[in-house]
Structure formats: C-alpha cells, structure tokens
C-alpha cells in the first residue's frame, strides 16, 4: 500500500527516484560536518532528515529486499546483505567521525578483523604487535596461518623492531594502540612511514582510543578498525565492528569481502550504534576524567604494585600519546603488590559498581582478569614474556561518580 502522501503512483516513482539519489550521495559524500568541530561532527555525522517523513533520526529499514520494477531495474538497493539505508548512513558516520572518505560496518571487530586479513594471499606476511587483544592473536594464529599467511609478533611500542622484521613480503602492518590490556603506545605516523616505504598496508585497531582521541588515518594509517562494540556503541547493547579508508580501491575490496563473505550487522545494531556515536563525546570527555581519577588512586594505594595507564609522565609512550592523542582514556590495568592470582581474585570478586565482565567502552564500569577472559587464547608462556602476568587487573572506567568507583575500589581492595 502506498504511504498517504502517495495516493498518486507517479509522484511516488518520483520521491523513491529522488530518495535513491539521496542515499547515493549520502554514501559518497561528507554531509555538512566536513570541517566542523568534534562534538559537531559526533552529532551530525551521517545524519539527514529520513527524505520520506522528515524524521530526525535515521530509520531501522528492518528489511532482506527490495522490489525491483523490472529485472535488474532497482532504487539503489537490491538485497540487505550488500545494501542497507540503515548501515549506509552508519558507514557515512563512520567515515566522517574518523575523517576517513569510506566506513564499511560489520557484524563484529572480528569480523572487521577477518575482512582486512583477507586482502592477503599464502605467502604474505603480516607484522602484529605482541601485546594486543586476545581475539585478534587467536584468528590470526589459529584461523588465517594455517592458510599460508605469515604472522610475524613483535613489540610495536619500539618501531626499530618492526623495521628489523619488514621484508619484501610484508603486505600487512597491524597495530593496536593503546594496547589491550597493557596500554602500550605506538607512534603511528613513525608505522606509517615504515609501511609506505615496504609497500605495505597499515591497519589501526583504534578500539581503545575511539576516533574521540586519536584519527590513525591523519597520521599516514591506510585503514583504521573499531570493535563499535566499545566506545562507538557505548551502552553495552551491541556487538558491531567498523573499517574507515581513504582509498576508493581499497575501499572496494573491502566492500566485495564484506558482502561477499557476509558479516554484516543488522538494521537494529546499525542504528544503535549510531545512535551512540551522537553522544561519544560527551562520554569520552567523562571517561577520561574518571579515568585520570582512578589511575592516579590506584597508584597512590598502598597495596598496587603497578598502574599501566598512558597518560602517567613516566609511562614510555606517554610523549607520544601526548602527541597523537587528545587525551589518555579511562582503559588501565594494574597489579598488586601481593602478585598472587588468589588476590587478584578476591579483589575480582569484591567490587559491586565495576562489574566483573568482558568487554569495554561502556557507560558502567567494568573489571576483567585478562589472563583467564579476553587474553585467556594467548599460550600462558607467551602472555608472562609480554607482561601480561596472570595477577594483572584491567578496568575500563565508566561514566558514573568518581567518589563511588574510588570507594568501590577501596572496599575491593581491602
Ligand atoms: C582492541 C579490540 N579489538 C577488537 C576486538 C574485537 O571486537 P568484537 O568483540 O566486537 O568482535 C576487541 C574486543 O574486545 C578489542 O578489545
């Protein structure tokens, strides 16, 4: 049935004529954000009154298909897996928060993850950082080498090291930064030029700093890559994952694995996410409050040995955080003087506003043991070299009252 301002067929023909145009633009072009500042830009991106009913808020188009008036004959749109109004206007988003020119969504980071590492063929080989999220370590070592692809681990935060591992192979750097769970900064502009000079990509996982803090694609990054599951969804009611490039061939390859292999999220969690983007910046200015709060009272506790948090003075990345970033976050991790693992559990157990659960970049707080949840996939031996000891607590600092997270803390701590 015709919606009421319908009631005539051709002027029908000509809204859904101008609605595909609308959205075509809206994939290929910036909206009026370009240039403007971040809380602008957070609020705006992406966003255009629904052409059909004005609505401020972008629709769920909660569909699998679209009619086509004759074989091939279609408005732009022709099955959700490879398009979605929805998904196209998050994507548009994507790409102006991380002033990208192209945002690819996806039904996961891993997923994200998965789609850049099948750019590659047998033989290539990837530099990746020895100290990075769990899941990103599993798929490349349990899922992508048995395909032929070399994954060569190395201590990013120390570029010499990468520069001493590129070979004429190298067709892929990855890096994480900060780190998850150790904080550990890289200079990206530094990766970039190394990249470039190999003729290798350089991909950013930019989950832990979200495009609030830090742009990778500014500083010479070919491709930046969110877990939107964190700080981009930012209320814990989403798995999402997102890829943002400049480069329209790449941007192409991308996009064939994307709907060629078929990870792509749903209408619903395209909305949610941005929906969520709407507000990062207000969030993360918080997070970055609390978060300086907490590191600096954990490290003043009697009982922690140790605070890794980048925006300490003698944290070793701190200059370079400093300068690639706006501000340090409220993602740490700590130890205790007592380096047992039945301390850290008792602290683990103890506190009632963070809650113990995977997962980060929520408005709640949240604590972790990495060593048995998100980093449980790294062989035990590999995770002690790197520093990341089986006592080691992870945090990510929420939005709520410092006061009541410093006196949940105390009371956990003892
Ligand atoms: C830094 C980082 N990258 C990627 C991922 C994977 O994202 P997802 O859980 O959305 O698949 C995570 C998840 O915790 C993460 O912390």
Redo the contacts with the bound molecule.
Sequence with gaps: MLPVYFKNKNACNGFLHNFATYFKTMSTEKNNTAGKKLATKFIHAGAEPDPSTGAIMTPIYQTSTYVQSAPGKNKGFEYARSQNPTRQALENALAIIENGKYGLAFS????A?DAVIKLLNPGDEVIAPVDM?G??YRMFSKIFQKFGIKFIYVDTADTKNIESVVTSKTKLIWI?TPT?PLMNITDIAVVAAISKRAGALLCV?N??ASPYLQNPLDLGADIVMH?S??YLGGHSDV???ALVMNDQGLREQLYFIQKSCGAVPGPMDCFLVIRGIKTLHVRMKQHCENGNIIANYLRNHPKVEKVYWCGFRDHPGYDTAKRQMRDFGGMMSFTLKDNSIEAAMKVLSSTHLFSLAE??GGVESLINHPASM?HASIPREERIKNGLSDSLIRLSVGIEDAEDLIEDLAMAIG
């Design positions: 996961s980071g891993v997923a993850t999220y899941g990103t994480e998850n996982d989950t832990f877990s599951t964190k798995i999402q994952g997962s980060l998100t």
